[in-house]
């Protein structure tokens, strides 16, 4: 590419582009944001003028039509994430879409395929890899510290934390499920990606509606989007995710539990040395524990200072659509969260394993 920056457009004018993608992007050299585009599109313009973005619509067809963009970052509801995404591959833009990648399995393979038969680069924002806390947690298992890793636990319970309720957060057919896709799909990148990816042989899972229902355990994200009451997807769900190697990964995740908060953490048990990576906690922890001359130690691992997460997926983006480094977060990453969440879905329907070919 030459030195011009690389051209922004953002579908989504709610709070991912505010706090997150628009400050990042300001931040980040050789970017620009140049467009927003929102079906309220008052508050595109609003957000617009506010962050010194040029334009402004009520549409991403709008948008996309205008031209003059590199990349585009999906912030819609997930029902949007696959057609939204395939429009602006279409109108030929780079994508980085907000995780879940899509509603399903189904829908994130056709767009990885479209984004690769258009040879244009596609991101999924699965930003808390990004994190400083578990960038080192990171090094310290793909180093070999750990020794074998035969067992991963990743936990987000939350007391109160249903978003949107009665909005396309807790409706089944807009968002694709609810705790799983939502939180639960950082969990589980998390656990893989720690744990060196390995292939899933099966899975066992159970969901739960019950607090959901009953319309306990209401959360502050997404309040401004209460507009009904419907609520047909899991505040909850337990999955026990068999790997080839092996090992073992145990998932739990809940938008609402009579449960003290436990903002995430991945536990994860080495042959040489176990791992705990806590961002619940302010600030977070990164624990080894091993042993020495016989007696069992722990010992508290530095956390280098980073920049915030969003930022560092994007300024990584970035350099890929420049040619300078690969895709932060590539599709086929969300491809295979994608079947997997399928996976657990599947098996808590049934009352029984699923296998996979993974």
């Not at 051209?7 to 004018?13: D, E, N, Q, S």
């Not at 009665?166 to 089944?172: H, R």
């Not at 990606?193 to 997404?222: H, K, N």
């Amino acid at each position: 590419m030459t030195d011009q920056p690389v051209r922004f457009g953002i579908v989504g004018a709610g709070f991912a582009a505010q706090k997150m993608n628009l400050p990042a992007l300001a931040e980040i050299p050789g970017a620009r944001a140049v467009a927003i585009a929102d079906t309220n599109e008052a508050r595109a313009r609003e957000v617009a003028a506010a962050s010194d973005v040029p334009r402004a619509y009520g549409s991403y067809e709008a948008m996309l039509k205008d031209g003059e963009l590199d990349v585009v970052i999906v912030n819609t509801p997930n029902a949007l994430h696959a057609p939204v995404a395939e429009a602006a591959l279409a109108a030929g833009c780079h994508v980085v879409v907000e995780k879940p990648m899509a509603r399903n399995a189904d829908e994130a393979a056709r767009l990885a395929a479209f984004a690769q038969q258009r040879g244009l680069l596609l991101g999924v924002d699965l930003h808390l890899r990004y994190t400083p806390l578990f960038q080192a947690a990171h090094a310290l298992t793909s180093s070999g510290r750990l020794g074998e890793i035969y067992h991963v636990r990743a936990m987000l319970w939350r007391r109160n934390g249903i978003p949107g309720y009665g909005s396309w957060f807790t409706t089944a057919a807009l968002s694709g499920g609810g705790a799983l896709l939502d939180i639960g799909s950082h969990m589980l990148d998390l656990a893989l990606w720690l744990s060196g990816e390995p292939a899933v042989r099966s899975v066992s899972a159970v969901t739960s509606d019950r607090l959901g229902r009953a319309g306990v355990g209401r959360g502050g994200w997404g309040i401004d989007r209460n507009t009904g009451t419907t609520f047909d997807v899991d505040d909850s769900v337990s999955a026990f995710i068999r790997c080839a190697n092996g090992a073992l990964i145990n998932l739990d995740v809940a938008w609402a539990a009579h449960s003290a908060d436990n903002d995430g953490q991945v536990h994860l048990l080495g042959s040489e040395a176990g791992l705990l990576a806590s961002y619940g906690h302010n600030p977070a922890k990164l624990e080894l524990y091993t042993e020495r001359d016989g007696q069992p130690v722990t010992l508290p691992q530095a956390i280098p200072a980073g920049e915030p997460s969003h930022r560092a997926l994007l300024r990584g983006f970035v350099a890929a659509v420049r040619g300078e480094g690969p895709v932060p977060v590539p599709a086929v990453d969300g491809v295979r969260l994608a079947r997997l969440s399928d996976a657990i879905y599947a098996s808590a329907r049934a009352g029984q394993e699923i296998e996979l070919g993974d």
